[in-house]
C-alpha cells in the first residue's frame, strides 16, 4: 500500500532550505525535528535555519531582484509561471493535503480543498492580475504631462503562522511575485513542510533562481533576521499580536514597510428571527472548524435571549457528538490542536473560565481517540459567560466557545464592538434591513450574514483596531506589493517649442 492509500502521512524529501535556487543544509548545521501532533511521531528532520542563512537568502533575492529577469519580464511572462504552479498544485494536492495535515492536525477533509482547489485559485487569481497592476497618465498644470509608473518594491520577507500553512502563503508568495517582486518565505516553524514542497514546484514550473527562498526555523532565529536585514523592502506578516508589535518596533529601523495580519476574538450574532437550524450550524463550524485554530474563528456567540437557551442546548448536543479524532480519516471533523504549547494555553483559559464563574456546559477536557495521552487533543468546549470575562476577551485560538446572552440590537453590536480586536463578525437574521444595519455597524475587516467561514481570492481579508491593518487578497492587495514612480515628460508644444 501506498501513503496515499493509508491514514499515514506522506514520505517527505528531507531538500534543507531553499536558497538562490538551491537547496542547502543550515549555514551551523542544525536540524530540528517537526512532530505530527496526532501522536507525536516525528514527521522529518528540517533544516535550522539562521541570520547567516537569511542574509544568504536575501541576498539571492536581492541579485534576483537588481540583476535578474523576474522584474523586468512582462507581467503575462510571470503569468504563465504562476499559472503552471497552480497546475502543480492541483497535481499534487493529495500530497499537500497530507502534509499539512501530518504536521498541524487539521482533518484532510478540509486541507485536501484548502491546499488543492483553493490554494490553485489564489495563484490562478493573481495569474490573471499579473498583466493589470499598471499605472496611469495624467495631464497636468503647467507644460508638459506626467505618467505614473506602478513598480515592484523589491525584496519582501513573508513570515507565517502555523494554521493554515500552505493557504497563507500563497496569499502573500502570489500577489508577491505576480508584481514582480522576489521573496524570502520564512514559514512556521512547527508546520514548514508543505512551504517546502512548494518551492519544489515553483522550481519545477521554472522560476528564476532566487525568486522565491524559503528558509526554516524559529522566530527568534531566521524571523527576528528577516526582519532586521536591511536588504529587505517589506515585511508581510500574518501572526500573533505580540510578535505582530515586536515586528513593527524592530523594523523602524530600517524603515521597512510592514503589513501585519493578527490575532482576533470574532462576534457572531444569532437573533431570535433567524434561520435557527442553519444559524446553529454555522455557529458550530464558526468556533469548532480547525479546533478553533483559525483567526477568524467565531469564538463570541451572541444570542438574543429569547432562543439563548435553545441556541446553547443544539450547540452542547452537536458538540458532544462530535469528539476530535484522527485528522488523516476522511470522515473527521476536529482533528487535534497543533503543538503541545497550543494544548497547554487551551487548557489554561479553560481553568481561566472556570475561575472568573463562567458556566462550562461542555467539553473542556482533553481526549485521546488514539490511546491514552497520545496527540494534543482537546474536546469542543463551550461555556455560558459575559462579554467581559478575560475568556470572552482574548485570544484562545482553540475549540473554546463563550456564549452570551443579550436583548436588543445595540447592545449586540456594542457586544460584538466590545474587544480590542477587529478581524470578523457574522449575524443571523431573517431581517434584510437588521442584517445590513448591523454588518455596517461592526467594526471588523469582513461581516458575514447568514454564514460563516466565507473566502474568495477576489475578496479583500483582514483586520481592524488590534487585528492588524494593510489586507489581503482581492485586487486591492496588489498596491501593497507595489511603489509608484512619478515621470514628468516636457511638451515642447505646451512650452512653446512647436513641433519639429
Ligand atoms: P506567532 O506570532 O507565534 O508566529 C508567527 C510567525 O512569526 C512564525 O513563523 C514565527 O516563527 C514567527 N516569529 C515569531 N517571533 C518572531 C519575531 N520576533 N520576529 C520575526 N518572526 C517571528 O503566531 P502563531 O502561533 O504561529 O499563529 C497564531 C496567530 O496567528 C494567532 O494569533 C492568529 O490569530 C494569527 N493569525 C492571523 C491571521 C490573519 O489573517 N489575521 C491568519 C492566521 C493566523
Redesign the pocket.
Known sequence: MTDLQTHRPPAVTQDGLFVGGRWTGAAHGGVYPTVNPADGTVIAEVADGSAADIDAAVRAARRAFDEGPWPRMSGHERSRILLAVADLIERDAEELARLDTADMGKPISFTRVENGLVAAAVYRYYAGLASQSHGSTHDCMGPGFAYVLREPIGVIGA??????PLL?SATKIAPALAAGNTLVH?????TPLSALKIARLFAEAGLPEGVLNVVTG???GP??A??AHPGVDKIA????????Q??IR?SADTLKKVSV????KSANIVFADAYLDEAIEHAFNGIFIGSG????AGSRLLVQRPVYDQVVDALVERAEATMPGDPMDPATLIGPLAHQAQFEKVSGYVRTGLREGAELVSGGQSHHPQGPDSGWYFQPTIFKGRNDMQIAQE?I?GPVLTVIPFDTDDEAVALANGTKFG?ASGVHTSDIKRAHAVAAAMRAGTCWINTYHQWDPGIS???RKA??YGR?LGPEVMSSYTELKSVWVDLPARSGGGIG
Not at 520564512?186 to 512547527?190: D, G, I, L, R
Not at 506578516?237 to 505582530?244: A, I, M, P, Y
Not at 485554530?293 to 477568524?296: G, K, L, M, T, V
Open positions: 513570515i507565517t503562522p502555523f494554521n493554515v497563507l520564512k514559514p512556521s516553524e512547527t524559529t522566530g527568534a524571523g527576528i528577516l526582519v506578516f500574518t501572526g500573533s499580536n505580540l510578535v505582530g515586536d515586528i524592530a495580519e493578527l490575532g482576533g485554530q483559525i483567526c477568524i485570544e485560538f478581524l481579508f483582514g483586520g487585528s492588524g489581503e
